[in-house]
């Protein structure tokens, strides 16, 4: 926990799976309860770990569940602390002005990949990292690699708001209520893929009040609904 000219301050990493439900609980109104205020980061969990890496360490994180684990194993996150929160699955977002495309099917799924003029996705995270695997699979990496938008952080959807793509792949929690793009569906049962996320305590944490109040409130009943209405999975 850190300390500036506006009083104390508890840092978070959150994996941008759970940046809306983040919004949604307003956790700048519970700085009373926390005695500091949350100074938040967002990015994919690989990008999070590789700011600890670079020496920057936060009170608290949330990220994919096995890579905190790794990280208690370590010793830099308190070890037990890994409590899951929930988990995502991964979907198509479209531009609202082309026809609704068909992924009902997995057949249905690689035509509509292989069609598209441009597939966003990201080389970073696990929705990206996961849809490399899948097109593979389904024969037409070449296809849509050789039109491909790869996003190196961020929304994908940024790309087809802008033009540069006309589908995004993530997790679902971030493609749905995106303005100027269109939550078109989950991939397919026999391809869809999930991906558990669960928050811990930074090891130089233990034992401070405000790291430890933050991770009630986020483990707290009000934020597994806000979580559930973002489109994720309770655990």
């Known amino acids: 926990m850190s300390t500036d000219e506006n009083g104390p301050k508890v840092s978070l990493f959150c994996a941008a799976a759970l940046k809306s439900?983040?919004?949604?609980l307003?956790?700048?109104?519970?700085s009373a309860d926390l005695g500091a205020t949350v100074d938040i980061i967002y990015a994919s969990t690989n990008l999070l770990?590789?700011?600890?890496?670079?020496?920057?360490?936060?009170?608290?994180?949330?990220?994919i569940s096995d890579t905190l684990q790794d990280l208690a194993a370590t010793g830099i996150l308190l070890p037990g602390s890994v409590v899951p929160l929930a988990k995502s699955g991964i979907g198509i977002a479209a531009s609202p002005e082309i026809k609704k495309p068909d992924i009902s099917t997995v057949t249905s799924l690689a035509g509509t990949l292989a069609a598209a003029n441009s597939v966003a996705y990201s080389r970073s995270s696990p929705s990206g990292l996961y849809f490399q695997t899948l097109i593979t699979k389904l024969g037409i990496a070449d296809e849509v690699n050789s039109r491909a938008?790869?996003?190196?952080?961020?929304?994908?959807?940024?790309?087809?708001?802008?033009?540069?793509?006309?589908?995004?792949?993530?997790?679902?929690?971030?493609?749905?209520?995106?303005?100027?793009?269109?939550?078109?569906?989950?991939?397919?049962?026999?391809?869809?893929?999930?991906?558990?996320?669960?928050?811990?305590?930074?090891?130089?944490?233990?034992?401070?009040p405000a790291p430890e109040a933050l991770i009630r409130i986020l483990t707290g009943q009000r934020a597994r609904t806000a979580y559930a209405e973002a489109g994720l999975e309770v655990s």
Request: aromatic fraction near 4%; hydrophobic fraction near 45%; avoid cysteine.
């Open 149 to 208: 938008t790869l996003i190196d952080h961020g929304p994908t959807t940024a790309a087809v708001i802008d033009g540069r793509a006309d589908l995004a792949v993530q997790q679902i929690s971030e493609l749905l209520h995106v303005p100027g793009a269109k939550f078109i569906a989950p991939l397919p049962d026999p391809v869809q893929h999930y991906t558990s996320f669960s928050i811990a305590l930074a090891a130089t944490a233990a034992g401070r």
């Open 49 to 63: 770990v590789q700011r600890i890496e670079a020496g920057a360490l936060p009170d608290v994180i949330i990220g």
């Open 26 to 30: 307003s956790l700048e109104s519970h």
């Open 21 to 24: 439900a983040m919004e949604s």
